[in-house]
């Protein structure tokens, strides 16, 4: 059955596995990709796509509310995937605001112009809201978020999340607006902005830089590649319950320390550097402020409700994105010319 599906968010980093796998696996479907190109939105991690006939990219701001309305009147969408969003712990940190405005207002804007174009018919409709299992809050040394863990949000960024996933249960109840959520823990692969951990580290590896770990480095993180958490976002828009929330995550916790000494191992073979030299960058920083200790996922309703689980194992995939970014030298050196710079020595100086 063809579709018109809104993807939002699309030229950043998940948003562009997501656009590709539902572009190439149903050409039926017209694929809308609506980004801001913020400095996260990259069209270059979408040039593959550009000339097929299923694919539309829209540039545009999901606060501006006149501009969404009008998109969906032009485009009629059936669905919708919620995938734009200022997307930086830190950088809420210092600019919450630009959060409230993209996250909460962004959404609600959304939401309210799929509730009016759909009003008369929800058969086959679905808002799919994508959002993170920073909203459940920090964990101690046991245990793991489930569903039905209660909202703790501590960051402003978790909090907006926190916010949005608010706003879309209440259109469900209040409007019966269909919609699903998934709460993902951290994602890792290629096109990732180097703002993030990974992307980060493998580029100041690269240039010789300092690895700037955060207080002692015993925070816990689950690790996803990014790749399999768009398919569990397929699975779930394809075969979820309305109105139901799955958590997604890597069945795979690392201490951030633990996992940077296995990156330094890796990116000295890759770059064929003698074993212990990349770790000779790592330098202990400040820490972020309010800095949850440790998030851990159950994906089991996942997994047994709909099948889906990680294809890669962790060593693998991390082998993977190494090589991409190692390959990919000119997509790294374009993104961190420019305000990449001021970002930071401001962050870390
Ligand atoms: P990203 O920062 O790489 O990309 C965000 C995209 O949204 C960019 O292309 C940007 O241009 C666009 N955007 C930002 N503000 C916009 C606006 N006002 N209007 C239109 N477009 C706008 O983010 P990401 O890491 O790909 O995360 C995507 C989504 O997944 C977010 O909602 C995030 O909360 C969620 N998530 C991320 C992770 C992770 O580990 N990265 C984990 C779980 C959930
Ligand atoms: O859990 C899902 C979330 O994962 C997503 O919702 C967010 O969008 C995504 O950014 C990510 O949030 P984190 O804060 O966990 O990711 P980040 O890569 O910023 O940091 C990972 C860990 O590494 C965290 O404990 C902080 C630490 N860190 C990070 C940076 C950038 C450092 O020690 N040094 C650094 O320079």
Not at 33 to 39: E, F, G, I, R, S
Not at 235 to 262: A, P, Q, S
């Given at each position: 059955?063809s579709?018109i599906?809104l993807i939002?968010g699309?030229?950043?980093?998940?948003?562009s596995?997501?656009?590709r796998l539902?572009v190439?696996?149903?050409?039926?479907?017209?694929?809308?990709?609506?980004d801001k190109l913020t400095y996260?939105g990259?069209?270059?991690?979408?040039?593959?796509?550009e000339?097929?006939?299923?694919?539309v990219?829209?540039?545009g701001?999901?606060?501006?509310?006149e501009y969404?309305?009008?998109?969906f009147?032009?485009y009629?969408?059936?669905?919708?995937?919620?995938l734009?969003?200022e997307?930086?712990?830190d950088?809420?940190i210092?600019n919450?605001?630009?959060?409230?405005?993209?996250?909460?207002?962004g959404?609600?804007?959304?939401?309210?112009?799929?509730?009016?174009?759909?009003?008369?018919n929800?058969?086959?409709?679905?808002?799919y809201?994508?959002?993170?299992?920073?909203?459940?809050?920090?964990?101690?040394e046991k245990?793991?978020f489930?569903?039905?863990?209660?909202?703790d949000p501590?960051?402003?960024?978790?909090?907006?999340?926190?916010?949005?996933?608010?706003?879309?249960?209440a259109?469900?109840?209040?409007?019966?607006?269909p919609?699903?959520?998934?709460n993902?823990?951290?994602?890792?692969?290629?096109?990732?902005?180097?703002?993030?951990l990974?992307p980060?580290f493998?580029?100041n590896?690269?240039?010789g830089?300092k690895l700037?770990?955060y207080?002692?480095?015993?925070?816990?993180r689950?690790?996803?590649f990014?790749?399999d958490?768009?398919?569990a976002?397929?699975?779930?828009y394809?075969y979820g319950?309305?109105?139901?929330?799955y958590n997604?995550g890597?069945?795979n916790e690392?201490?951030?320390?633990?996992?940077?000494?296995?990156?330094c191992?890796?990116?000295?073979?890759?770059?064929?550097k003698?074993?212990g030299?990349?770790q000779?960058l790592?330098t202990?920083?400040?820490d972020r402020?309010?800095?949850?200790?440790?998030y851990?996922?159950d994906a089991?309703?996942?997994?047994?409700?709909?099948?889906?689980?990680?294809?890669?194992?962790?060593?693998?995939?991390l082998?993977?994105?190494?090589?991409?970014?190692l390959?990919?030298?000119?997509?790294?050196d374009?993104?961190t010319?420019?305000e990449?710079?001021?970002y930071?020595?401001?962050q870390?100086k």
């Amino acid at each position: 059955m063809s579709k018109i599906i809104l993807i939002t968010g699309g030229a950043g980093f998940i948003g562009s596995h997501v656009v590709r796998l539902f572009v190439n696996k149903y050409p039926n479907y017209k694929i809308v990709n609506l980004d801001k190109l913020t400095y996260a939105g990259n069209l270059e991690n979408l040039r593959d796509l550009e000339s097929l006939n299923n694919y539309v990219f829209e540039k545009g701001d999901i606060v501006d509310k006149e501009y969404i309305n009008r998109l969906f009147k032009k485009y009629k969408f059936d669905g919708v995937i919620h995938l734009a969003a200022e997307s930086h712990v830190d950088r809420s940190i210092t600019n919450p605001m630009d959060f409230i405005m993209t996250n909460v207002v962004g959404t609600v804007n959304l939401l309210n112009a799929a509730k009016e174009l759909w009003k008369d018919n929800y058969n086959n409709k679905l808002f799919y809201h994508v959002s993170t299992d920073e909203v459940y809050g920090s964990l101690g040394e046991k245990g793991l978020f489930l569903e039905s863990t209660p909202y703790d949000p501590q960051s402003p960024y978790s909090s907006s999340k926190a916010s949005s996933d608010h706003f879309v249960r209440a259109y469900g109840n209040t409007y019966n607006l269909p919609f699903v959520i998934s709460n993902c823990s951290n994602n890792y692969g290629p096109n990732q902005f180097p703002e993030k951990l990974l992307p980060l580290f493998i580029n100041n590896i690269r240039q010789g830089k300092k690895l700037p770990v955060y207080g002692d480095g015993n925070f816990t993180r689950d690790w996803l590649f990014v790749k399999d958490h768009a398919k569990a976002i397929d699975k779930i828009y394809h075969y979820g319950k309305e109105g139901e929330t799955y958590n997604i995550g890597g069945f795979n916790e690392w201490k951030n320390i633990d996992l940077i000494k296995v990156l330094c191992k890796q990116m000295d073979i890759a770059l064929n550097k003698d074993q212990g030299s990349s770790q000779s960058l790592i330098t202990y920083v400040k820490d972020r402020p309010g800095h949850d200790k440790r998030y851990a996922i159950d994906a089991n309703k996942l997994k047994k409700e709909l099948g889906w689980e990680p294809t890669l194992q962790f060593e693998e995939g991390l082998a993977k994105t190494i090589s991409w970014y190692l390959e990919n030298q000119e997509w790294m050196d374009n993104v961190t010319s420019g305000e990449y710079q001021n970002y930071y020595k401001e962050q870390y100086k």
